[in-house]
């Protein structure tokens, strides 16, 4: 079978969501990971595509949780 990717935001959402799919019938491939993104936020003054202010106001750090799993017979 195909593997399936599960994301969610929160732990607690990834537990209900790889339950569910446990009871019918998936079995994990991979175990329940951390993913980091860090992003770059930015503050823009004036017109949107000229050569005006553009300030770097910060990075905001995202967690999301993943794993992936598989039909298993």
């Known amino acids: 079978m195909f593997k399936i990717p599960v994301r969610r935001g929160s732990i607690k959402e990834m537990l209900i969501a790889v339950c569910d799919l446990e009871k019918r019938g998936y079995d994990y ?20 595509r000229g050569r005006d202010k553009v300030r770097f106001t910060g990075m905001e750090d995202n967690v999301s949780y993943e794993c992936w799993m598989k039909k298993v017979n």
Not at 29 to 48: D, L, N, Q
């Open 29 to 48: 491939v991979t175990s329940i990971k951390r993913v980091y993104r860090a992003e770059r936020t930015f503050h823009h003054e004036g017109k949107f």
